[in-house]
């Protein structure tokens, strides 16, 4: 690891203040940056630790309005009792991150500002129509999500929070690579009060995206039974030595039916 | 350089370190407790496991100035003196090591893991509690079943404690 300067933010303004200097770069659990800059594939000459900051941390439910804040660890998040009866689907998905050890210190801010096209929150998200809160705005997940490790993040903003009006109905259910457990698909589906939202991860060149054909499928009928004869078409997906496109566009398909079953259930 | 200070295995301590530095190397080379160990220096083996605040997580993934002000509890401090630790004495009884390399942060995953499941544990929750723990030497056979015998064994003196309290 190249040389970086620590500091622990007292504040949401102060780390805004202290994101200034250099190169400088949020921390928040550090699963992903730390073992990025002990690899030299990160190199902030500054880091701005945020994990500490109780405005950020835990989970609030009022009503059906969800709100989880940005430094909620994705440990603290899959056992928080209220997200449990709100959207059980959601701290499902969490405690299906990673392993134990990382899930205590993984959150769920540093996973979506850093995108990963295979990370299973930016799914959720965009499955739950949630918006992202930070110091300066409200971004909408449709809106959030801009490709492969890019988001609509300015320089110098900082998330505060995620928001979601709970679903009537919601589940998620990956495909694991066997070696590094990461989502070689993942689908998040819900059905709320505007209709239907299905969202994929792991398996877009362009990171996690919407499936109109599920969406499409499930419109009228949200049901197994409506995804009988879905086609998912095998354009825009990646090819590695995982898995083939077509592989992936195939398991999309199982694992929506997984998905919709689960949240059937 | 940042001042970093700890309380590890109930003792404080303090030290000066440079930002960069991992808290298992600060662990390792600052403090000399050795038990933690650097396996795959890609978080992904367990082996660098330790206790902070409570948490079990990979020393290896995380600054030693991120974790200052925390108490740390590693492999030397789960031994009463003489005495193992119930999850250290199932891993001796049931053999669930070979060369020992990953022990460590087995034991430190295994204890984490029973302080979450005090209603017991079965086999299958504890493969996949494994989940980022790498033995490469036995398979996990007998690890499994000494964190199940360790289980039942604290469970069991849990039960002893609370009916000497009442």
Do not use: W
Request: proline content about 3%; glycine content about 10%; aromatic content about 4%.
């Amino acid at each position: 690891m190249y040389s970086v300067n620590y500091h622990r933010a007292a504040s949401v303004s102060d780390a805004a203040k202290l994101l200034k200097n250099g190169d400088a770069k949020l921390l928040s659990g550090g699963m992903t940056l730390i073992p990025a800059m002990k690899t030299r594939l990160a190199a902030p000459s500054d880091l701005v630790d945020v994990s500490r900051l109780k405005d950020l941390q835990g989970v609030k439910v009022s009503g059906k309005t969800v709100t989880i804040g940005a430094v909620t660890t994705h440990y603290d998040a899959s056992t928080d009792e209220k997200l449990k009866k709100a959207c059980p689907a959601l701290a499902h998905m969490a405690s299906l991150i990673g392993d134990p050890a990382v899930r205590y210190k993984g959150t769920i801010g540093g996973s979506i500002a850093n995108n990963d096209p295979a990370a299973d929150y930016p799914a959720a998200l965009l499955a739950l129509d949630a918006t992202i809160v930070t110091n300066k705005r409200e971004i909408a997940a449709d809106k959030f999500f801009k490709g492969l490790f890019e988001t609509a993040l300015k320089e110098g903003e900082i998330i505060t929070a995620v928001s979601f009006t709970a679903p009537a109905k919601a589940a998620y259910q990956k495909f694991r690579n066997p070696a590094s457990r990461y989502a070689i698909v993942g689908v998040f589906v819900a059905k709320g009060k505007d209709g239907v939202r299905a969202a994929v991860t792991g398996a877009g060149e362009d990171g996690v995206f919407r499936s109109k054909e599920i969406e499409a499928a499930l419109a009228k009928n949200f049901d197994v039974a409506a995804l009988g004869g879905l086609k998912v078409s095998a354009k825009g997906l990646m090819s590695d030595i995982h898995a083939s496109a077509d592989y992936r566009a195939n398991l999309i398909a199982v694992m929506a039916k997984r998905a919709v079953a689960a949240a059937n259930a | 350089m940042s001042d970093v200070s700890l309380t590890v295995n109930g003792r404080r301590v303090s030290g000066n370190a440079e930002d960069r530095t991992l808290l298992v190397h600060f662990l390792r080379e600052h403090l000399g407790l050795t038990g933690t160990h650097v396996g795959c220096d890609t978080s992904q083996c367990g082996a660098c496991v330790v206790h902070v605040d409570g948490r079990a997580v990979k020393s290896c993934s995380m600054l030693a100035v991120q974790a200052s002000g925390s108490t740390i509890v590693t492999i030397e401090g789960l031994a009463d003196g003489a005495e193992l630790h119930p999850v250290q004495a199932a891993f001796k009884e049931h053999h669930g090591l070979q060369c020992g390399f990953c022990t460590p942060g087995m034991i430190m995953t295994a204890t984490d893991m029973i302080a979450r499941h005090p209603q017991g544990l079965d086999e299958a929750t504890v493969r996949a509690e494994l989940d980022g723990n790498i033995c490469r030497c036995t398979g996990y056979h007998n690890i499994v079943k000494a964190i199940l015998a360790a289980s039942e064994t604290m469970a069991k003196g849990a039960k002893g404690r609370a009916k000497q309290a009442a």
